[in-house]
């Protein structure tokens, strides 16, 4: 049994000490804030609750979502009914749930902020409350403003987004998105049980926080959204570029991030949730068979390759055009129009449709004009020459 110390107890670090600790491992697990409402829409898409029922089945409060209304720069509406929905916590009931989980399978839980880690000798140390201690083996699982990055660099610029927002007391039955002419990012409208999560993210390399925040006041006034009694909020979002999954390193000897901390976002769509799950799980799963050195191979395997392809589109999706209109423009007009459009973009969505295999779903499915456009945003040629990620490896 090895001693694991895990600095963060978000979603990535709850689960991974839920899995280290079902292997017969001791772990400790702190965390500044416990179970807080870390600024977040607080959706997980079809994909997660497939691979974790548990999302979906628990009686703390949750909300599922059916529906989503796009709404493109020049104020064309369209909406996407998914058969298979999105569930959406708020943070701190989330957090709270993924803790409790990890305390239950014997994870040590304690409320405190770790200030340094050092992981230059045999076994890493960490300063907390003051006193140096060492552990076996150290995750970092501290999210994307974590500065604990040992052995590695730190997200520049280009590799992260902005994001701001409000927690407002209001309800609402579906999710809605705005695209904006011109801007590497979205605003949208989660509702959760009690209230929304209304928010903003952007390139950080592209734009600033007045410029977001500009956009955000507009959206609620056109909206008549009560703000006022609401709580503002900003955060850092990874926003990975291909080098940033290719190249970053996040693991050594005696420590690895996962989450955030490692980057794995889709950056197209900002989800993290899923994936800072998975990656917790399987950091979880290689420590406790004693090989942190396949940590890296099994999220290529089972994500990376993902966040690699949206990598390589996001740019042509925020700021590209078709036929001289805005591509976010010409996917709400073609999702007016085309049912099997709809259901292509539902599934995409819902996290049912991976990136990697929407080729082979739209070839010969589609009109020809929707097949050119989907294929001119996913740009398949660049794709195919992309350096491709190990498939063989197989993954817990
Ligand atoms: C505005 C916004 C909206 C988002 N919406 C969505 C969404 O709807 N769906 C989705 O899938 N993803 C969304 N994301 C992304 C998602 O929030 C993250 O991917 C996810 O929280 C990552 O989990 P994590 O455990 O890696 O990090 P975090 O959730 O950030 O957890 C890190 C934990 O570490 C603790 N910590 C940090 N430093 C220290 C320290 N030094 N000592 C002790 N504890 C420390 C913090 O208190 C925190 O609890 C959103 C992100 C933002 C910013």
């Known amino acids: 049994m090895s001693k694991i110390t895990i600095v963060g107890g978000g979603p990535s670090g709850a689960m991974c000490g839920a899995e280290l600790a079902r292997g017969g491992h001791e772990v400790q697990i702190f965390d500044e804030h416990l179970a807080w409402e870390k600024p977040c829409g607080g959706g997980l898409t079809h994909k997660a609750i497939l691979k974790y029922p548990f999302l979906a089945e628990n009686s703390y409060p949750k909300k599922f979502i059916h529906s989503v209304e796009l709404i493109a720069s020049n104020d064309q509406r369209a909406t996407l009914e ?66 604990l990055l040992p052995e590695t660099r730190a997200l520049q610029k280009d590799e992260l987004e902005i994001t701001q927002g409000y927690f407002i007391p209001a309800v609402a039955d579906s999710i809605t998105i705005k695209f904006l002419p011109h801007f590497d990012g979205y605003i949208w409208s989660f509702p959760r049980c009690d209230h929304l999560s209304v928010g903003i993210c952007g390139s950080m390399a592209s734009h600033n926080s007045s410029e977001l925040r500009a956009h955000l006041q507009t959206f609620i006034q056109k909206h008549d959204i009560p703000v006022e009694n609401g709580q503002f909020y900003s955060h850092v979002l990874p926003s990975p570029q291909e080098r940033t999954l290719q190249q970053r390193t996040v693991v050594g000897k005696n420590w690895a991030l996962v989450g955030d901390a490692a980057a794995w976002v889709d950056p197209l769509t900002g989800e993290g949730l899923f994936y800072a799950m998975r990656s917790g799980e399987l950091l979880g799963k290689a420590l406790a068979e004693g090989k942190p050195e396949v940590y890296s191979d099994w999220v290529g395997a089972a994500f990376a390759s993902e966040l690699e392809f949206a990598a390589r589109i996001v740019r042509r999706f925020y700021r590209g055009t078709f036929l001289g209109t805005a591509v976010t423009t010409r996917m709400v007009q073609f999702l007016r129009r085309s049912p099997v459009f709809r259901q292509l ?49 197989p993954v817990p």
């Open 82 to 147: 998914m058969p298979n929905p999105i569930v959406i916590y708020s943070r701190r009931v989330l957090n709270g749930m993924l803790l409790e989980r990890a305390q239950a399978a014997g994870c040590k839980v304690q409320q405190s902020h770790v200030t340094s880690v050092d992981t230059t000798g045999a076994k890493p140390r960490y300063c907390v409350e003051g006193e140096w201690q060492s552990s076996d083996f150290l995750v970092l699982a501290a999210g994307a403003r974590n500065h």
């Open 345 to 393: 973009m539902a599934d995409i969505f819902s996290g049912t449709q991976d990136y990697t295999s929407l080729k082979q779903r739209i070839m010969g499915h589609m009109g020809m004009t929707l097949t050119e456009f989907v294929s001119s945003v996913l740009n398949f040629e660049s794709n195919a020459r992309a350096k491709a990620r190990p498939r063989s490896v």
